[in-house]
């Protein structure tokens, strides 16, 4: 495993950008376009790797796991077979560091033991056997916010106040985390955009941003192609480039440290113009 220091800016100064590498029939944006009648195409998807590695992704994110609104489930053994070949495959080929999208406890241990450095979990470890399975790990960790789950997060959620409820879940949970044993330098948290949140919700999160950073953990957002840019847009899911960009931006401004992007060339090009006019 290569452990990264993710409180500290790589050597290239921007916020890092973590390419998406969805190992999903499914997936919401770029679904199954590395399946061929439901069999994962692993020459497809290193090629993918490639391009994302050659548009300077800082780290990929690698998931068996569609977590998009609406999403089928998906079995252990299922998510094993979709990742652990492309973790494999992406140690033995290429430098950059790679994340697990899961919230299974073996496929956290199982990838981080193939090299994986970051266990992105959008469940934030409430899985049974997943918090120890991430402390045992030794890896990087990003709790992230959701409110309901994947199948039915988008029918109607209701808060009080938005920033302060995702905020006190979070603190919650590292607090958890702390109390398991893992150090609080391995941790990272994520606000959750578009898990459980409405266009205004998202917008009052991304604005208050800043209160996230103010934590002290290094703050990960995911904002590329989703309903969101949608709802500002009205543009369908291929062509929210432009808007995933322009969010991407402002959530570098307010203090982001890792940036999940679909589009990691276009995001790398506007996060370069923004350090040039910007310097962090
Ligand atoms: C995210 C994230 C993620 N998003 C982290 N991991 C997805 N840490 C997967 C929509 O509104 O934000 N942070 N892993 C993708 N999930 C969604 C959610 C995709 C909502 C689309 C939407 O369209």
């Known amino acids: 495993m290569s452990m990264i220091d993710f409180a500290q800016r790589p050597a290239h100064g921007r916020p890092r950008v973590m390419g998406v590498l969805n190992i999903t029939p499914d997936s919401f944006s770029d679904g199954g376009t590395l399946f061929i009648n439901n069999a994962l195409n692993l020459d497809e998807t290193l090629r993918r790797a490639e391009t994302l590695v050659s548009e300077e992704a800082d780290l990929l994110d690698v998931g068996g796991e569609s977590t998009r609104p609406g999403a089928e489930q998906v079995s252990e053994a299922q998510e094993l077979d979709r990742v652990m070949p492309v973790i494999e495959a992406l140690m033995s080929r290429f430098d950059v560091p790679v994340s697990i999208d899961t919230s299974n406890p073996l496929v956290i241990s199982s990838a981080v033991a193939a090299g994986a450095g970051l266990v992105n979990d959008v469940r934030a470890l409430v899985r049974p056997g997943a918090l120890d399975a991430a402390r045992d790990s030794g890896a990087a960790i990003s709790l992230m916010h959701m409110q309901g789950q994947p199948g039915t997060m988008q029918d109607a959620p209701v808060y009080q106040d938005v920033v302060a409820e995702v905020l006190a879940f979070l603190l919650?949970?590292?607090?958890?985390?702390?109390?398991?044993?893992?150090?609080?330098?391995?941790?990272?948290?994520?606000?959750?955009?578009?898990?459980?949140?409405?266009?205004?919700?998202?917008?009052a999160l991304l604005q208050a941003l800043p209160e996230f950073v103010a934590q002290g953990f290094p703050v990960l957002v995911g904002l590329s192609r989703k309903r969101m840019v949608g709802d500002i847009t009205g543009r369908p899911v291929n062509e929210r480039v432009c808007g995933s960009v322009a969010l991407a931006m402002l959530a570098a401004q307010r203090g982001a440290s890792i940036i999940r992007v679909h589009d990691v060339g276009a995001t790398v090009d506007a996060l370069k113009t923004l350090a040039v006019i910007e310097p962090a």
């Open 172 to 203: 919650e949970r590292v607090r958890v985390c702390v109390a398991a044993g893992i150090p609080k330098h391995r941790l990272m948290i994520d606000p959750g955009f578009g898990f459980g949140k409405e266009l205004a919700h998202n917008a």
